[in-house]
């Protein structure tokens, strides 16, 4: 070794020796300065959270390193920060400032929470994150994460952000694995986008804005799902090549048009393939059968033509198959009655005429749902459909059905949802309906039955959901009625482990006749229903998970357990309510309007969970029982049209949640309205036709406005600004806790998917 070269050496030595001793001091004093940041974190969450603090209260400024504070990961050796999961610890505010003072931040999870303002732009800062999870917040703005190029997990969903994405994608794409930004306000264009992120896998874009074409490079990923959009155009042949990796693709609900291409079938892992509700047109590519692992084939909503290509049998995985609204008429197609293993057989909102039999899919073996709704079927129900031998949910709604319902309906012991509503059927529910006892949901309403309700229907003791309205159905109510709903725990607990709702695609159809529309608390629900929440909602229901809170008679303890209603309105039943209608502890909404109901309401209905109780339209007479007084939620109270009288019970004006009040027509009701209070806030069109009841003077005083009177299905609510602020409070509230129940299930359904994946 020469001289020169030992000098270099040594030189070197040196070099290394003062890197090694610069990186030990810088990082030595690093963790010093990552746990400074975070105390700073600490107090910015302090500052923005006066009442709610969540976990990072415990980060103690005493320890010696923050590695061991709740949401925090340090990297292995304990030498630097590297994770921040605050996930789901009530943080609103903007986002912290300081981020990027934290150089080996690699994860950063904020998301459930109420973050609102923009993505700061020292976010974009963090050279090292390479999991970043912002989903469930609120915030806005435009997408801003240029320089954030070791990304491999970008999770913004459900956020109001907005604009185009063209300027971070590809920008950030270098290693990009997962990114899912779905449920935003993006806009514009996608199709340039994605072309050089090499690495990605699995892209959500659904419920934005998009618009223009598809991007034709979709094929290499694994999921892709860009559903709820305004894309056009048709898909490419060429998009598909031999090398496609895709295993779920959702296109649905855009403006796609044309012939779905043959090559498809290049997608081999293909799972789940879903176009439903674009405007797909021409037969079926027989190449579709040899996607042997296919298990969910949604194509309704769009134009294909009738003839399914036998092929299709091939699909030996095939669990949920739907053609519902193809403008198919005539007989169902014959092949529907050969796909053995289907489970799902959706078909509605077609123009079927008949078929029902000859189809044989009343004779499939697995079939689970069937959902022959709003067709064109007319004549007898064909006793057949008790034969089936798995259905769980039968709905045939809207049809032209006539006859009565055949008591073998009875056989059908794995039923847990019948609808026949708006149909023809006549003749009287048969007393066999008492053998379901897994049935949670009845719906004959708005067809011309008649006769008593049999007391049998007690024995069906899942049966929380009974819609028997606008039929003419007479007699007393049997006490028997109240025993329905008493223990639905058992269905529950089965559909828990069977997961049952987990994937279909008619819920929202369904959804929309299990909410009655127009009573609140239901009402809300209505506003908030997109594809995924009816499938969350439809499956909250199904396994017992309550969807708002009630509370029972004297209490004000709101409670989220399931609730059911009782829809009896528009027949001509007779006589007194029973007073073992107290018993119906799992009801919250009891419809009776527009019957002959006459005597006493019974005071047992002060022991109710009632959210909403109408009589409107019925023969009641007596005094109204005080303890209506008791029913602290209770926001919907329609007495009106009676024969009540004696004095006014000054108990109401406890019912702070009312938010519609009608005593109208009861001429010899009596006494004087408070002043103050919730009843104060009602308008004079709540206590028409009340000769002996004497109001504020200021409520007779409103100028008289002549309303509309709302439709039966569909009614908007209108109130006076008081009352409305408290209902809004509330409505947030719920849809609030309906999002997140949503949110939350959605994103569990969909990781125990990918897993399985
Ligand atoms: C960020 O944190 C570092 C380290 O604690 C500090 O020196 C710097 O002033 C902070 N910057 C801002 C903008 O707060
Ligand atoms: C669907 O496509 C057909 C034929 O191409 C066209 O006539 C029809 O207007 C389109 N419908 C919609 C809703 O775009
Ligand atoms: C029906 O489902 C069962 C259980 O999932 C399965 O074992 C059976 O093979 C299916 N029947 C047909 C005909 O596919
Ligand atoms: C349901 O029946 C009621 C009462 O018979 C009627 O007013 C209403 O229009 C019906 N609804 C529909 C959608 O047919
Ligand atoms: C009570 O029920 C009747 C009959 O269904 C309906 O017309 C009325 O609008 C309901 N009242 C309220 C306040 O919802
Ligand atoms: C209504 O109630 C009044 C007072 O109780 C009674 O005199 C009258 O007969 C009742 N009318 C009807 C039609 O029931
Ligand atoms: C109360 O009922 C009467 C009779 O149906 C109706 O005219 C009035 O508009 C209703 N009032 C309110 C506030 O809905
Ligand atoms: C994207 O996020 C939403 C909301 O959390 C979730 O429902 C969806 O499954 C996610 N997409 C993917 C591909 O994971
Ligand atoms: C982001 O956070 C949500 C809510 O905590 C979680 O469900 C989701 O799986 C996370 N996303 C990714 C891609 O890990």
């Known amino acids: 070794m020469s001289e020169d070269e030992t000098d270099q050496c040594r030189r070197f030595s040196f070099i290394v020796f003062f890197i090694l001793i610069t990186v030990q001091i810088v990082s030595g004093s690093s963790l010093q300065t990552d746990k400074e940041v975070l105390l700073d974190l600490k107090s910015f969450l302090n500052y923005q959270n006066r009442v709610n603090r969540g976990r990072c209260m415990e980060w103690n400024e005493q320890s010696a390193s923050p590695c061991d504070w709740p949401g925090i990961t340090c990297s292995s050796n304990g030498g630097r920060v590297t994770g921040i999961n605050l996930s789901g610890y009530d943080i609103s505010g903007t986002i912290f400032g300081n981020f990027s003072a934290l150089t080996e931040l690699s994860d950063l999870d904020l998301s459930k929470n109420t973050i609102s303002g ?141 012939e779905v291409p043959k090559e498809v079938s290049n997608c081999k892992g293909l799972v789940t393939l879903n176009l439903w509700g674009n405007n797909f047109t021409g037969v079926l590519p027989s190449e579709i059968g040899l996607l042997s692992n296919l298990k969910g084939l949604y194509l309704g909503s769009n134009n294909f033509s009738r003839e399914i290509p036998d092929s299709l049998l091939n699909c030996s995985k095939l669990a949920f198959l739907d053609l519902s609204k193809n403008g198919f008429g005539g007989d169902i197609q014959e092949i529907f009655g050969r796909f053995n293993q289907v489970m799902y057989l959706v078909l509605h909102g077609n123009s079927y005429t008949g078929g029902i039999i000859s189809s044989g ?54 039923l847990q949802a019948l609808d026949l509503s708006f149909n023809r059927l006549t003749g009287s529910i048969p007393p066999a309906i008492g053998k379901l006892s897994r049935l949670l949901w009845l719906m004959l309403a708005n067809n011309s039955l008649t006769g008593v309700i049999p007391p049998e229907i007690g024995n069906c003791s899942s049966l929380l959901w009974l819609n028997l309205a606008n039929n003419q159905l007479s007699g007393k109510i049997p006490p028997e009625l109240s025993n329905i709903g008493r223990n639905a725990t058992p269905t529950f607990e089965s559909n828990k482990q069977n997961n049952r709702g987990k994937a279909g695609s008619s819920e929202c159809l369904v959804i929309k006749r299990w909410i009655p529309a127009d009573y609140t608390p239901f009402s809300f629900a209505y506003n908030l229903l997109t594809r995924k929440s009816c499938r969350t909602i439809w499956r909250r229901l199904l396994e017992g998970y309550g969807l708002f809170p009630i509370c029972i008679g004297g209490s004000m303890v709101r409670t989220l357990q399931i609730s059911g209603y009782l829809q009896l309105a528009g027949n001509q039943f007779a006589g007194e309510v029973p007073a073992e209608i107290g018993k119906m502890q799992n009801f919250s909404i009891f419809n009776l309007g527009i019957n002959e109901f006459s005597g006493k309401l019974p005071p047992e209905i002060g022991r109710l969970p009632l959210s909403l109780f109408n009589v ?29 009288s004696g004095s006014f019970p000054k108990s109401l004006n406890y019912l702070t949640e009312l938010s519609k009040f009608n005593i109208s027509y009861n001429p010899f009701i009596s006494g004087a309205i408070p002043t103050t209070g919730q009843l104060a806030t009602f308008e004079k069109e709540s206590f028409l036709g009340n000769p002996l009841l004497v109001l504020p003077a200021f409520i007779n005083n409103t100028s008289d406005t002549t309303e509309e009177s709302p439709t039966n299905w569909e009614y908007e609510y209108g109130g006076k600004p008081n009352k409305q602020t408290i209902w809004d409070v509330f409505l947030v509230s719920l849809a609030a806790f309906l999002i997140f129940g949503v949110l939350s299930f959605i994103v569990t359904w969909k990781c125990f998917h990918f897993k399985q994946n």
């Not at 986008?193 to 892209?203: H, I, S, V």
Request: net charge negative.
């Open 118 to 258: 923009e993505i700061v732009a020292d976010l974009s800062r963090c050279k090292n994150l390479k999991y970043l999870n912002l989903s469930h917040n609120i915030i806005q703005g435009k997408l801003n994460l240029i320089g954030l190029n070791s990304l491999e997990t970008l999770d913004l969903a459900v956020n109001r952000l907005s604009g185009g994405i063209q300027s971070n994608f590809p920008a950030i794409c270098d290693r990009l694995i997962i990114a899912n930004i779905s449920a935003n306000r993006f806009s514009g264009r996608i199709d340039n986008c994605f072309e050089e992120c090499w690495n990605l896998q699995y892209l959500d874009l659904s419920s934005n804005n998009f618009s223009g074409q598809m991007w034709p490079g979709f094929q290499r990923l694994r999921e892709f799902s860009v559903s709820e959009n305004f894309l056009t155009g048709d898909v490419l042949a060429s998009t598909f090549t031999e090398h496609c990796n895709l295993e779920i693709l959702d296109l649905s609900e855009n403006h796609l048009y044309g």
């Open 361 to 414: 899919i009343l004779k499939l073996q697995n079939v689970s749902r069937l959902d022959l709704s709003s067709n064109k079927f007319s004549g007898p129900l064909q006793v057949e459909f008790s034969e089936m031998p798995s259905v769980e949910f039968l709905i045939l709604a809207f049809n032209n059905f006539s006859g009565s319902i055949p008591p073998e309906f009875g056989n059908l012991l794995h």
């Open 616 to 644: 409107s339209h019925n023969k009641f007479s007596g005094e109204i029982p005080p303890e209506i007084g008791q029913l602290r939620c209770l926001q919907n109270l329609d007495l009106s049209y009676n024969n009540f």
